[in-house]
């Protein structure tokens, strides 16, 4: 009887100090997990273009969009500035890439207490880190997006992208896109037609914009120039 109340005891710790573990967690932690397997299984190209960012990044199929250019995608779902930043070593830096597309800044909009001072400051800190590591690497930077779904925070979309333009007009290596402007229409409101039934991902025809915008900025390589 002692004996079975003591492994009791021992599986009840065992499962609290589980429980804790998965509490304990930082955020996009499994995401992060999930990632470093799939590499582990399907070598990821070398020196590719790499994609960084929330779902609109994620969703995004660049393989099929830039089919002559070696692209890699290791965005997350939800993700805000501040989680690039804690990843940065896992999703950034060891796939060696010859260019980085950012998208993300949305998801922060959504935060209580949020300011565009405060989104421009963590993106500007993401851009500092990785320019610490890979100083010669060029940055393209997607403004962040009118979502119908979030006009409310238009505003702030709006006045965010400003303070980032600004900021990287200043700098060498970091192009701002603008895809703000060109999915609003003739009223200055968000172009629901761009945008899938949740009225916050895009459908093809928002995608059609944003490769468009982006195309051109990136850097080509022997399979472009053949």
């Known amino acids: 009887m002692f004996k079975n109340s003591i492994l009791l005891m021992l599986l009840v710790l065992v499962c609290h100090n589980q429980k804790l573990w998965a509490q304990e967690k930082p955020p996009f932690w499994d995401d992060i997990q ?14 590719p ?5 929330s779902s609109s990044i994620r969703l995004w199929n ?14 997350f779902g939800s993700s805000e500035v501040n989680d ?15 260019q980085i597309v950012i998208y993300v800044g949305e998801n922060d909009l959504i935060v209580e207490g949020t300011t565009a001072d405060s989104i421009f400051s963590r993106t500007k800190q993401l851009f500092r ?3 610490n590591k890979l100083p010669e690497v060029s ?3 997607l ?5 119908p779904s979030r006009e409310v925070y238009l505003n702030m979309a709006e006045a965010s992208n400003t303070l980032i333009k600004n900021y990287i007009q200043t700098q060498k290596n970091i192009t701002y896109v603008d895809i703000f402007y060109p999915m609003l229409n003739k009223q200055g409101k968000p172009r629901p037609e761009l945008f899938k039934v949740d009225m916050l991902h895009m459908n093809q025809k928002g995608y059609k914009i944003w490769k468009r915008k982006v195309k051109r900025h990136l850097i080509k390589n022997k399979r472009e120039l053949n």
């Open 84 to 98: 690039i930043i804690n990843y940065a070593n896992d999703i950034i830096f060891p796939y060696q890439p010859r």
């Open 143 to 147: 403004s962040i997006k009118p979502s």
């Open 62 to 75: 660049l393989y099929s969009t830039f089919p002559k250019h070696v692209v890699l995608n290791r965005s």
């Open 49 to 53: 273009i790499l994609f960084i960012g």
């Open 34 to 47: 999930v990632i470093k397997k799939y590499d582990a299984i399907y070598n990821p190209p070398s020196n």
């Open 139 to 141: 940055i393209v930077y």
């Open 129 to 131: 880190i990785i320019q």
